[in-house]
């Protein structure tokens, strides 16, 4: 039921976000267009920016659904631009209303993940301390979100399979090299 909940609740915020700026939308609203009482918001979440990073990451999670391997990274992070692509009113309206800094957070950890998980794959055999895997995630994944925020804030306007195949072939055969630098 909890999660019915939420869904519901991100729903309500989502269609608020077509008629309204994410700073004009109250709990209140949320609650009344969802049909449930205030504190069963607060029961699922702290704040209505608890809500819209949930419904971040839940949407960026779905995306990536069994896209986290070497082979597959590509059409991981392509889901995640048509995810963005697909939710452009919500996206574009919680992006006018919160600080950049605010959007990397959401998107940070699930990148870093992603990213982590590849490097995983590509270190096999190859002895890397686990600080500087992450080191290494963490260069891929702001190189990756830095493409997304610009492309956001450009309205969109570019081909997302166009910036995820020039992302690749600027990183085509890197994580291994910068792997083999860390090794023991």
């Known amino acids: 039921m909890s999660q019915v909940t939420k869904r519901a609740l991100e729903q309500s915020l989502k269609n608020l976000l077509l ?5 004009k939308i109250t709990v209140g609203d949320i ?3 969802c049909g449930i009482n205030r504190m069963t918001f607060y029961y699922h979440f702290k704040d209505i920016y608890d809500l819209v990073e949930w419904s971040c990451l ?3 999670k779905r995306a990536l659904e069994e896209k986290k391997t070497y082979d597959t990274w590509q059409q991981g992070f392509l889901q995640i ?3 963005v692509q697909e939710n452009k009113p ?3 309206n919680v992006c006018r209303c919160v600080h950049r800094e605010q959007v990397e957070k959401y998107l940070q950890p699930l990148v870093d993940q992603l990213l982590l ?4 794959e590509e270190a096999t055999g190859i002895i890397v301390r ?3 895997k992450q080191f290494i995630a963490k ?3 702001y190189m990756f979100i830095g493409l997304m925020l610009d492309w956001i804030k450009d309205d969109m306007r570019e081909d997302p399979k166009q910036i995820v195949d020039n992302l690749s072939k600027v990183i085509k055969g890197s994580i291994s090299t910068a792997l083999s630098r860390f090794k023991l």
């Open 139 to 141: 260069v891929y994944s």
């Open 130 to 132: 686990d600080e500087d």
């Open 31 to 33: 609650t009344e267009d």
């Open 19 to 23: 008629k309204k700026p994410l700073t």
């Open 117 to 120: 998980d590849v490097i995983n």
């Open 81 to 83: 631009f048509k995810a």
């Open 58 to 60: 839940e949407d960026a």
């Open 90 to 92: 919500f996206i574009l």
